[in-house]
């Protein structure tokens, strides 16, 4: 049982997935104009499926850290998370967030990275809050941008490619900004 806890900005909600999600989830994740952003890139649906499992079997059964389905309008138009970095870049936690392209350009990003930040500072406890963005990702990097975050570093990667490590600390510009309610 999951105590990941049901947030509300000023128009999204995010709660944490139901099985009934599992079609969503696999679809976000399987549309290449999001999944290119997301850890190791594009999977197949079976290893969608299977990961959309282990948030059930495991994050939540063992309460390792926050996962949610973000919601606009009842509809599912996004995923969230804030967790202790697997990065060896990055020593604390991170927020990771995706949405569907359909809910691109509305601000929803925003909302939902401030409201994983303000998270984050206020019922984690942290005085500091990690994100890592491919170098190419100029929407997400101009985004964090807006609201606090700066940036710390690159990392490059195995495949070559360059990771761009940011930080916002609690006091800063996002702090407190998006507040759940």
Known sequence: MTTTPTLHTGRLLLEPYTPADEDGFVALFQDSRVSRWMGDGPQTEAEDRALFGRVFSKVYAQELFDVWAVRHGGRLVGHAEIKPS????????????????????????????????????????LTEVHATVAAENAASLALLGRIGFRHVRDAVEDDGSTTRVLSCSAGGDGAGAGQPR
């Open 86 to 125: 697997p990065s060896p870049d990055v020593d604390g936690h991170e927020i990771v967030y995706a949405l569907a392209p359909a809910a691109w350009g509305q601000g929803f990003g925003t909302e939902v990275a401030k409201a994983l930040t303000s998270y984050g500072f206020g019922a984690l406890g």
